[in-house]
Nanobody, 124 residues
């Protein structure tokens, strides 16, 4: 069964850091682009960033470019979202997404498999 499972969400103070994990099963995630989308309360879902099969990173949300990064552990078949200098406006449900091929995209229609999402709360 093809599946993505996120973990690592939670509460953090402004300025803090979190690492989210996206564990793949049923397929080799290293062959595909994997992205992170986020949806804040009362806002539309947006693509944040993505890693392609060559480990190239594409940023779709300008506010995260200097604070977030993404990496892979191909042995663990897991993709990580590293978030630092978190701000209250980063609070959202973060969902990882496996694309249909090796190319990153910010279009949900290009997603083959969605994770279940994990909540990130940033507040003092």
């Amino acid at each position: 069964q093809v599946q993505l499972v996120e973990s690592g969400g939670g509460w953090v103070r402004p300025g803090g850091s979190l690492r989210l994990s996206c564990a793949a099963s049923g397929f080799r995630s290293s062959y595909y682009a994997i992205g992170w989308f986020r949806q804040a309360l009362r806002k539309e879902r947006e693509a944040a960033l993505c890693i392609n099969n060559s480990d190239g990173i594409t940023y779709y949300a300008a506010p995260v470019k200097d604070r977030f990064t993404i990496s892979r552990d191909n042995v663990e078949n897991t993709v990580y979202l590293h978030m630092s200098s978190l701000k209250p406006e980063d609070a959202a449900v973060y969902t990882c997404a496996g694309f249909t091929n090796s190319i990153c995209s910010n279009y949900p229609a290009d997603v083959h498999t969605w994770g279940q999402g994990t909540q990130v709360t940033v507040s003092s």
